[in-house]
Nanobody, 125 residues
């Protein structure tokens, strides 16, 4: 099994920055890919950014200019740096993991097996 524990997030003003963390525990010796998704009120869960099972980065539509994904392999932690935040970035953000060594950029929530608890990000104008 894999456990994901998120931290960070909260309230920011438009133009500000926040960083989210996702600590991965459990089967961390296995290869895995992971991604960040977000879900606003009444919307679907959309991809923000992710790593393939080979460690290659990818982004959701229009995400690459303000969102950066990184990882600390030694600590099995993945980060999402969010810059120049906008009110429309308000959402619950989730990290997710899929075990395996794969090269595909997985973009749908149903592609992932394990999920963090979610973190609220609220951006005020």
């Amino acid at each position: 099994q894999v456990q994901l524990v998120q931290s960070g997030g909260g309230l920011a003003q438009a133009g500000g920055s926040l960083r989210l963390s996702c600590a991965v525990s459990g089967r961390t010796t296995d290869d895995y890919g992971m991604a960040w998704f977000r879900q606003g009120p009444g919307t679907e869960r959309d991809l923000v950014a992710g790593f393939t099972g080979f460690g290659e980065k990818y982004w959701g539509d229009s995400m690459a200019d303000r969102f950066a994904i990184s990882q600390d392999n030694a600590k099995n932690t993945v980060f999402l740096q969010m810059n120049n935040l906008k009110p429309e970035d308000t959402a619950v953000y989730y990290c997710a993991v899929r075990l395996g060594r794969y090269g595909l950029a997985l973009v749908k929530p149903e592609h992932f097996d394990y999920w963090g608890q979610g973190t609220q990000v609220t951006v005020s104008s």
